[in-house]
């Protein structure tokens, strides 16, 4: 068997030039040539993909659709050209909305593709030229600068003081910096050092690496190929839909062809009579609205969730949020500000906390709790200064209150620390004028600056600043350096990253800092910073709601396992003490994964892969998993949650195309408000279901019985049309804005396989339409038995089923509790209004001749509508004291309950 080559980051240089039969002066065009003809053009593949027709003919792919073009069919042969407009507008217009929403994964491919640079500079013929990045080949020698975007896969070949920002790649909040020194082949992502890739950007320093993958081949090109082949979810809610529809199809096709049975072979009808009968039979149960209902109460719950940030994608996908049980957040941007500050500073006597959070200065420093002044502690105030000084960065507030830097984030959170303890750098720049600077580099690990002595009196001064082991190397004389190296451990344990300071007095006429001088040592420590990527305040609180929601909230991110233990502790995630990482991961069967998945909930250096494995964990014990980031690496994870949530300030084009949902704001805490307003819709959602079908089951079961008793029927299939016409897009559409419930953030998630009719509500539909049928027929009888035309008769049955929809519209309001409260009535314009303008119609209806012409309807005296009112007044009543009972059953239950708990105890 052939050995398998290493990975090229675990290759020195020279075995990568030969691997690649180049040499640092670069290829000659010729050879550049040729190999571009092998490997093929420096970019992302693309796939062929549906035209606009096929695209939007699939949209009506779905057995509710279908019903529903039968429904058109049936109204249109019955020559009811209104009501089959209305059908089909409905379906129309859900078609156009899921041909829009398509096509997303083919959006995000294109962002990724974006990210790519489009030039190069390249060494070929041993001369230096600028190319298209398209045209680079395995084997190119490329120079790169600070601003650069990486074209390619690149192993580093010379690097001077060369930092990339790779964290759309691996999740890592700081820049990376680059050496040529090979690492361990199972070494991660964001461990790999020796390595640039395609789409990171270089934040400084310059470097030459010579190409060793390009196009689909790059990283950035596993992750597009990853992401197409992400198979996207069907959302909860679509999914009981599709059960709902299948289930309601079969039942309303069951029952036309037992109704044209009965009446063809037992009551001896005429066989095109009673077709004629089992069509009105079937068009009064179809709930022709549900479509229409369910898109416009989606719509209003984006436009809800727009204003409070989020911006929703993928129609769905709102009501999605209300079922979710699981949030797998990315780390840096999302639950931290992706803003390095110091929070803790260790001098020769001490250890200070210091609050606040990002670079906007505000925060006090403390010792053991307690604020202090830090000109009152000459070796804190003398750490701090040095921080300030030894320094290339600028902080400035900008116009909308925030605080950016210029220059390093290490730069920025000492320049913050500086302004909480009163120090400007502006200012100490004035009274320490800097005479000379040796620059950070990695190959030295520090920065060193000269100044000249306060308003020129006195001995001049060094600053030095950087990776602590260096600057106790030339402080070694001067400290106790296991005690020191102690605190260190302990502050990188903690998941700080650490940055020391120091100085030294020059002589007064010294102008210049070189190597030797610093290299001489004789500094004297001033103290170490304890630096962290600071959890958002806001996110804290959103992660303590989600929790109380029944929310899980696990955390992924590519940083070290240190770092993310501080945050998650920061955050209050539980399970931080157990953090698994990227290694441990890959060493994981699926199966080992899956029960990982419920005790672990932090993440770290973790890649694309492992990202997209959790999901389909968790995912795999029926979690509904919404899953935030903003890089291109999260990409593939966010197309495969339930619900894919992408930062909009921070986050790539890559993934908020993938996603469903975007933050505006980038606030976790967002994320709870979109939470809340997912279980609104759904609720309001199940509100409409709940009014729909026992009114579409009371005009069924209407014609159902008459046929059944051989009667004349009380409503005419026509009349019937007009009766769901008017009030499904009145009556049902106010519940699309009702308000959230009391208890709606109380509740734990609903399951992903609860069924959108429980027992209950099949009951409660039950129950409603037979009142509806009693109520019919009831006065439809009276009326006839009284002397009324059947004209007459009929508009009495049909302002008697519209009275009963009117006032069950009241009790749906509220699944559960009581109706009438002042709260619930206080909240009710919405269902005000569309009761008046369905009172207007049905005045039209009855007193209108145009109307009595069409419907076959005739006016109806005082007496009659006293009846019809009364009637209604006592389906609402019935319902109510239903309600009373099941909540007094309800309260009995679990008193039983937390009895037989207490006696268990």
């Not at 962002?111 to 070929?124: C, F, G």
Request: aromatic share 6%; proline share 4%; charged share 20%.
């Amino acid at each position: 068997m052939k050995d398998i080559p290493p990975p090229w980051h675990a290759r020195g240089i020279g075995e990568t030039l030969q691997a690649l039969e180049v040499s640092e002066s670069g290829l000659s065009a010729h050879e550049a040539g040729q190999r571009l003809e092998r490997h093929g053009p420096n970019t992302l593949p693309t796939r062929r993909r549906r035209g606009p027709l096929r695209r939007f003919l699939t949209q009506f792919d779905n057995l509710l659709i279908y019903v529903l073009l039968a429904a058109a069919a049936v109204t249109a042969g019955l020559q009811h050209w209104v009501d089959t407009g209305v059908i089909l507008g409905v379906v129309v217009v859900n078609a156009i909305i899921g041909f829009l929403q398509e096509g997303k994964a083919e959006h995000a491919l294109d962002a990724i593709a974006q990210m790519l640079s489009p030039q190069a500079r390249v060494l070929r013929d041993g001369h230096r030229q600028t190319v298209a990045a398209a045209d680079l080949v395995p084997g190119d020698v490329v120079e790169l600068a600070s601003g650069d975007k990486v074209p390619a896969d690149l192993r580093l070949l010379r690097v001077r003081s060369l930092q990339t920002q790779e964290a759309a790649l691996t999740g890592e909040s700081l820049a990376v910096d680059k050496t040529t020194e090979p690492v361990a082949p199972d070494a991660a992502l964001g461990d790999r050092a020796c390595m640039a890739y395609s789409g990171t950007l270089v934040t400084y320093g310059r470097g030459t690496g010579v190409v060793v993958a390009t196009g689909k081949d790059t990283e950035i090109g596993r992750i597009s190929e990853m992401l197409a082949g992400v198979r996207t979810l069907t959302t909860p809610l679509l999914q009981q839909m599709a059960v709902f529809g299948r289930w309601l199809t079969g039942a309303i096709l069951a029952l036309a062809a037992v109704a044209f049975a009965f009446g063809v072979w037992l009551r001896g009808y005429e066989a095109a009579e009673m077709f004629l009968a089992a069509v009105g039979l079937a068009v009064a149960a179809i709930p022709e609205g549900l479509p229409a209902i369910m898109t416009i109460t989606l719509a209003i719950g984006v436009a809800g969730m727009a204003r409070e940030c989020a911006i929703i994608r993928r129609l769905p996908a709102v009501e999605t949020l209300g079922a979710v049980t699981v949030i797998c957040s990315d780390k840096t941007g999302t639950l931290t500000r992706n803003e390095l500050s110091v929070q803790h500073v260790a001098t020769p006597t001490a250890d200070y906390t210091v609050s606040g959070s990002g670079y906007r200065p505000d925060g006090r420093i403390s010792l053991n709790g307690q604020p202090i002044d830090p000109h009152e502690v000459p070796e804190l105030l003398a750490a701090v200064q040095a921080g300030v000084l030894c320094n290339d960065g600028e902080l400035r507030a900008e116009a909308d209150g925030e605080w950016e830097v210029e220059g390093t984030p290490v730069d920025g959170a000492l320049l913050t620390l500086g302004l909480k303890a009163g120090l400007e750098k502006e200012g100490l720049d004035s009274a320490f004028a800097r005479l000379d600077a040796i620059p950070f580099e990695s190959a030295h690990k520090y920065m060193a600056t000269l100044h000249a002595a306060e308003h020129g009196h006195g001995h001049g001064i060094a600053y030095i600043k950087g990776a602590p082991e260096r600057i106790l190397d030339l402080c070694e004389d001067s400290i106790d350096r296991d005690a020191w190296e102690q605190r260190i451990e302990a502050l990188a344990a903690a998941g700080y990253r650490t940055i020391a300071v120091a100085s030294r007095e020059f002589p007064k006429h010294a102008s210049a800092l070189s190597f030797p001088e610093v290299e001489a040592g004789g500094f004297a420590l001033l103290g170490v910073f304890g630096l962290l990527d600071p959890s958002r305040e806001e996110a804290i609180a959103a992660v303590e709601a989600c929790r109380e929601a029944g929310i899980g909230v696990k955390m992924i991110t590519g940083d070290h396992a240190s770092t993310a233990r501080a945050v998650a502790r920061q955050l209050g995630v539980p399970g931080e003490a157990e953090v698994l990482t990227g290694r441990r991961l890959d060493a994981m069967s699926d199966a080992e994964l899956a029960d990982a998945v419920r005790k672990v909930d932090v993440y770290a250096r973790t890649t694309p892969e492992h990202k997209l494995r959790l999901v389909q964990a968790l995912q795999s014990h029926g979690e509904v998993v919404a899953m935030t980031g903003d890089g291109v690496n999260d990409a593939p994870a966010l197309k495969r949650a339930d619900v894919g949530i992408a930062m909009g300030r921070r986050g790539t084009e890559a993934a908020k195309e993938a996603a469903e949902m975007v933050l505006a704001d980038d606030n976790f805490a967002s994320i709870a408000k979109a939470v809340r307003a997912g279980r609104t819709v759904y609720d309001n959602l199940k509100k409409a279901i709940l009014f729909i079908l026992p009114t579409n089951g009371g005009e069924a079961l209407t014609i159902l019985i008459a046929i059944l008793l051989g009667t004349t029927l009380p409503i005419t299939p026509v009349q019937i049309l007009w009766v769901n016409m008017i009030t499904a897009v009145t009556l049902a559409l106010a519940l699309a804005f009702e308000g959230a419930e009391p208890d709606v953030m109380a509740r734990p998630p609903r399951r992903r396989d609860e069924p959108i009719l429980s027992r209950f509500l099949v009951w409660r539909i039950v129950m409603v339409s037979l009142l509806l049928v009693a109520a019919t027929f009831g006065l439809f009888q009276l009326a006839r038995e009284n002397g009324a035309s059947l004209e007459e008769a009929r508009t009495i049955a049909v302002n008697m089923l519209v009275a009963g929809e009117i006032v069950y519209l009241f009790n749906s309001r509220v699944i559960h509790g009581p109706a009438w409260t002042r709260e619930a009535l206080k909240s009710s314009g919405p269902a005000q209004l569309s009761v008046a303008v369905v009172v207007a119609f049905q005045m039209l209806l009855t007193y209108w001749s145009g109307m009595h012409m069409l419907f076959g309807t005739a006016a109806i005296g005082v007496n009659d509508w006293l009846r019809i009112v009364g009637a209604a007044l006592l389906l609402f009543f019935i319902v109510e004291a239903e309600k009373a009972i099941f909540r007094r059953a309800a309260l009995r239950h679990r008193q039983r309950m937390r009895l037989t708990s207490a006696g268990a105890r």
